[in-house]
């Protein structure tokens, strides 16, 4: 079984956030290197500027359906 976006996110040390099933990342060149093995993610990803402290004011990257602790929570991975 290959490893998923989440799941490489986390083991590179990257911080992430998320919201329901979307996956948030920094926008920068480690988290767009990862993101480009997943096609279909990368295709349905946007940027935004983010709110929240402690990272308000950067872009980062919204990646819809990405964030397994969600699908985990319901048995569905």
């Known amino acids: 079984m290959s490893a998923t976006l989440y799941q ?3 083991a590179a040390g ?14 920068n060149e480690a988290t767009r290197a990862i993101l480009s ?4 993610q990368q295709k349905n990803a946007s ?7 402690p990272h308000k004011g950067e ?3 919204d990646v819809p359906f990405a964030y397994d ?3 985990h929570a319901r048995g569905m991975k």
Do not use: M, Q, V
Request: aromatic share 18%; with cysteine.
């Open 37 to 40: 093995g997943f096609p279909l």
């Open 47 to 53: 940027r935004f500027t983010n709110e929240a402290e």
């Open 8 to 10: 490489l996110i986390k």
């Open 14 to 27: 990257i911080a992430c956030a998320a919201h329901e099933s979307d996956l948030y990342i920094p926008d």
């Open 69 to 71: 602790p969600f699908w």
């Open 59 to 61: 872009r980062w990257i």
